[in-house]
């Protein structure tokens, strides 16, 4: 019989391998500087930035970081190449970095 806690174990390691080979996938693209810049800024880990984790500090932070390296000023990142980066759907990353530009786009003056 497979317990409950024999699973969490293998999707616990399946995190920890995303998140190391984010890690890696970031370092030979010298992205690690913005991983660590967004991190520090944000008040986050490395770790909760690759990872699965889902409060809302973290998620703003992740969106922030897919749109800096999506706007890197070397290389334009696609959102397929940021995705296999950060081992995530593409659509996940779209949506972030919409929801990120949402955040921070002008607002309009309020009505007199």
């Known amino acids: 019989m497979v317990t409950g ?6 999707r616990q390691e399946a995190v920890v391998n995303d998140t190391e080979t984010a890690l890696h996938s970031l370092a030979a693209r010298a992205l690690l500087d913005i991983v660590d810049d967004v991190a520090t800024r944000r008040g986050v880990t490395r770790e909760e930035l690759l990872g699965r984790i889902r409060t809302r500090a973290v ?3 992740r969106q922030e970081l897919w ?16 995705a296999a980066i ?4 593409p659509s ?11 955040r ?9």
């Open 67 to 82: 749109w800096l390296i999506r706007n890197h000023p070397g290389r334009c990142y696609s959102y397929a190449e940021i």
């Open 59 to 61: 998620v703003a932070a």
């Open 104 to 112: 921070h786009a002008p607002r309009p003056p309020a009505p007199a």
């Open 5 to 10: 806690s024999g699973r969490g174990t293998a």
């Open 92 to 102: 996940t990353v779209v949506y972030a970095i919409a929801a990120h530009e949402r």
């Open 86 to 89: 950060v081992r995530r759907d």
